[in-house]
């Protein structure tokens, strides 16, 4: 990122203070599932052509499959490119969000010279012209019912729902509801089918604020690759039932492993998990010193945030670093 906002995923910083080369660390720091969909073929023509229509009409439709959908979409190069397009295509005014959160959203439409307004209650957003939650919310996991969203939405301007940790928990989702007519859905693709370096993420809601999106990110918004990886891993609905599992299964493990350091589990969702540490810098620094990278905040002096591990290697290196310290 070149927004000089926090993230997870700096490794360069972790490597600068505790050595080794990216390929001797485990990042843990991000939500991107470490046991990634198979993506080692890629055609010849997504490479060498521009992207076309043809091909943006399959991947739409097979994100309409998976997300079980009948809601207008867009495609984008990530959920973070609809975040960077919505500020500019909307009239400036006062932004409300539901906090602590993903820090771009009010990043992105304070650069474009609207007023943010943090608040941490569901219900402070009642009335807001335009608002902003995050669900399931990052980096708390904090969950909340689809028809208490639409309860909101019928109070708001504009409600802008990012479900980005969304796929794990299907039932999590308002794209399965009819649709409002003051609503827009974002969806990451990188997340959860461990591919965020392919930049792809989706944009639902009234076809008008669908349209302006589509024509803000201009031609040619997703790459070829992006396009066949996407519509292949959108289709394959069976492997995205045994990642649920999966990673249901591993969110319970990482809590078992990680709570017998006497770290307290603050929930999280099944692609991370939130700890409370006695004090996360250090905790950080512990695991860091066995080359895993994981995520602080800066508005807690407690709070550990933990991706889930893929390979088995990754476990084991894992419970070895909580135990040795």
Known sequence: MTSGRDHGGDLARAIAIHGGHASDWIDLSTGINRTPYPSDIISDISLRSLPDSIAMTALLEAAALAYSTTWPLAALAGA??????????LDPGTLRILSPTYNEFAGTFESAGWQVEKVTSLDDLRDAR???VVNPNNPTGAVFDPSELLSIA??????????SFADPTP?????????PNNVIVLRSFGKFFGLAGLRLGFA??????????????GPWRVSGPAL???????????????MRRQLSRDATRCDQLVTATGWRPRVGTALFRLYETPDAIAAQDKLARHHIWTRVFPYSKTWLRLGIPGPEIEWHRL???????
Do not use: C, F, H
């Open 171 to 179: 039932a999590t989702s308002l794209l399965t509801y009819a649709m």
């Open 228 to 242: 066949e990886i996407g519509s292949r891993a959108l289709s394959d609905t069976a492997w995205q039932a045994r």
């Open 204 to 217: 639902a809601g009234p076809l008008d604020l669908i349209t302006k999106i589509v024509n803000g990110a």
């Open 319 to 325: 419970g070895t670093a909580l135990k040795q310290g």
């Open 130 to 132: 335009v608002a902003v």
């Open 80 to 89: 973070q490119a609809a975040i960077q397009l919505l500020p500019t295509l």
């Open 154 to 163: 019928q109070q708001t301007g504009l409600l802008i729902v990012d479900e």
